[in-house]
């Protein structure tokens, strides 16, 4: 079949809209129509050329929702017309990995999907018979994708597809890092490293779970109102302080936070999110995804002192079970979502997403099919 695709050709380059050729799904796989897809910042992040996975040509966007329209043979979890959410984080709950009950990171088809294709070894896209890759096992930037069905989260169905998208990834990956990573507990000091679509979803959550002093830290001053209405209690831009950052925020949670998340992918930052950890027992969780080619640093005593540097996931969600309990909560009203979607552009109009992610004047733009 065909489908309309904002297609990556090259590092750099704006993406073009065209139709490409798209085969059908295989054994254990789905044909996905996508109804709305989210711009997070790695798809930036990728198409800027600074992933060392990044391939191209490829479809990115990886933050979607549509409608199961056909199925693979011997697929059982899902059938045509279900309402899903594209995994770019699989749960096959049969690996070593969803066995180990402790993590997410589900390994049944990681190699092949860091290699832009799908669990056989071959792509489904492609344009004047030249592969397209896949690219997170999603390529929601296509109006229809093949998903294997482990890499489909099953939601309600009267979840708005324009909404309940940024589920995909955004809302998942700040909820998640809080509840299941940090597992922040109530009373506790956070502080937010970067206020943008991810940022502020961890507020959001630290505010669910009754963390007391929220800290907002952005050089980006209109991101205080934004802050704000998502439980922040105190911003503070770094670049409008006397006093370094750490020490600012080392003063303003009486010794050091208990919580402190990166959001920025900046590795500057990620150092001054560890050492703004209280001495003995401070966590600090790494979000943020930094350019190829970057590393972390601290001096080690930072650790020995008993402050702790980890990493999330995708929020450390298991797709297939928790994405449609988030959904829930979205419906239920116990998560926002709707305000952090700025912007609703059409496919045509994908690259002024990326101009707006850019600027800072979006918090999340959807492309709605
Ligand atoms: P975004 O562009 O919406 O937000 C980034 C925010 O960081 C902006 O408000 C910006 O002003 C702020 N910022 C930049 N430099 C800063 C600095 N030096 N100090 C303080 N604030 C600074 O991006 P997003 O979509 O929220 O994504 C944030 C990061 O999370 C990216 O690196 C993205 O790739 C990563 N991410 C990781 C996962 C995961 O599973 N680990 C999932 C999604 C996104
Ligand atoms: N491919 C990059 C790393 C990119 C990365 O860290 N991706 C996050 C999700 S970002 C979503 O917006 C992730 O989940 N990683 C786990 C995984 O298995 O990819 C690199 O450095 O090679
Ligand atoms: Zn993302």
Redesign the pocket.
Request: one cysteine or more; a negative charge; glycine letters at 12%.
């Given at each position: 079949m065909k489908t309309r695709a904002a297609v990556a050709f090259e590092a750099k380059k704006p993406l073009e809209i065209v139709e490409l050729d798209l085969e059908g799904p295989k054994a254990g796989e789905v044909l996905v129509e996508i109804m709305a897809t989210g711009i997070?910042?790695?798809?930036a992040?990728?198409l800027d050329g600074l992933?060392?996975?990044?391939l191209f040509p490829s479809v990115l966007g990886?933050?979607g929702a549509g409608i199961i329209r056909a199925v693979g043979p011997g697929v059982t979890s899902v059938k045509q017309d279900d309402h899903v959410i594209p995994l770019?984080?699989p749960e096959c709950r049969q690996c070593k990995s969803c066995l180990s009950g402790k993590t997410n990171?589900c390994t049944a088809i990681?190699a092949t999907?860091?290699k832009g294709l799908m669990p056989d070894g071959t792509s489904r896209f492609s344009y004047k018979g030249e592969t397209i890759y896949h690219y997170?096992g999603c390529s929601t930037f296509s109006n229809f994708t093949v998903l294997p069905e482990i890499a489909v989260a099953k939601i309600r169905e009267d979840a708005p597809f324009n909404t309940s998208c940024y589920i995909g990834?955004?809302v998942t990956?700040g909820v998640g890092a809080v509840t299941n990573t940090a597992k922040v507990t109530p009373g506790s000091n956070v502080v937010v490293f970067g206020l943008g679509g991810i940022g502020l979803n961890v507020l959001q959550a630290a505010r669910m779970v009754g963390a007391d002093k929220i800290i907002g830290v952005d050089i980006n001053d209109s991101k205080e109102d934004w802050g704000r209405k998502f439980g922040m209690t105190h911003f503070v831009n770094p670049t409008r302080i006397d006093d370094d950052i750490v020490s600012e925020l080392v003063k303003l949670t009486d010794g050091g936070a208990d919580y402190t998340f990166d959001c920025t992918g900046n590795t500057t930052v990620m150092r001054q999110a560890l050492e703004a950890c209280h001495r003995g027992w401070g966590v600090s969780t790494v979000i943020g995804?930094?350019e190829?080619g970057k590393e972390i640093s601290t001096r080690p005593f930072q650790l020995v002192t008993g402050r702790v540097w980890q990493g999330s996931?995708?929020g450390g969600a298991k797709g297939r079970t928790d994405v449609p309990k988030i959904v829930d909560w979205y419906m239920n009203g116990k998560i926002e979502i709707d305000s952090m979607i700025t912007h609703q552009l059409t496919l045509e109009e994908i690259n002024k997403g990326f101009d707006l992610m850019h600027a800072g004047e979006s918090i999340r733009s959807v492309v709605v099919y």
């Open positions: 997070c910042h790695t798809d992040y990728t992933d060392s996975e990044g990886h933050e770019y984080t990171l990681r999907q860091g997170m990834c955004g990956t995804v930094a190829a996931a995708f």
